[in-house]
């Protein structure tokens, strides 16, 4: 789901009643977010039951140390962050390998959907299975940056906290992606889709 700033305002809003103590607002939280939650963690891991674990420990975590947080800029952006990093810890735990670094057994997953680009309809599905093999071509790196970039709407400093890299990497993998997409004719009506995405300064 989009954001808008109506929607930011209003899930800040919740987010003040819940540290307060409200149990509808925390409500409001966990169904207007777990949807996207549980879409990205599934493209970190293919394990559901895992990713459901992973979330449901991030909304314990949330309420049970509220008391402690402050309003984020943006909660959908603290709860991505917070998922990534408990999959991690979790994942880190149950291998029990110490010397693993950081996010090293998160590889984003090649499925990717593209969610957010309006292909013509008379050849939707034809397209879109050329748009999931082309994308397959880009790094698991490069695949999550624009799908969080493109179809999460996060920005590129955002986009570096969740995934633990600096924003002007970011930025560079996002150039690299799409100079590679446009090598491709099925790229040449939804690049400038792309590059607006790309060059905008949210």
């Not at 735990?93 to 013509?120: A, W």
């Amino acid at each position: 789901m989009t954001l808008t700033k109506e929607n930011i305002v209003a899930e800040e809003d919740y987010w003040a009643k819940f540290v307060d103590g409200d149990k509808s607002a925390f409500t409001h939280i966990y169904n207007f977010n777990i949807d996207a939650l549980f879409s990205y963690g599934m493209k970190l891991h293919p394990d559901r039951d895992f990713v459901k674990d992973c979330i449901q420990d991030v909304f314990l975590d949330v309420f049970e140390h509220r008391n402690k947080l402050s309003t984020p800029r943006s909660v959908k952006h603290y709860l991505f962050v917070v998922l990534k990093r408990t999959m991690f810890k979790k994942l880190k735990k149950e291998s029990k390998k110490e010397s693993l670094s950081e996010f090293e057994k998160l590889s984003f997953i090649t499925d990717y959907n593209i969610e957010s680009i309006t292909i013509d309809k008379e050849d939707q599905i034809y397209k879109k299975k050329l748009v999931n093999q082309i994308v397959k071509e880009l790094t698991p790196k490069q695949q999550e940056i624009l799908y969080l970039r493109f179809t999460k709407d996060f920005d590129y400093k955002e986009i570096s906290e969740i995934i633990d890299i600096d924003h002007n990497s970011v930025r560079k993998q996002v150039y690299r992606a799409i100079k590679k997409l446009r090598k491709h004719d099925v790229f040449k009506d939804v690049i400038k889709i792309l590059i607006l995405y790309a060059l905008s300064n949210n």
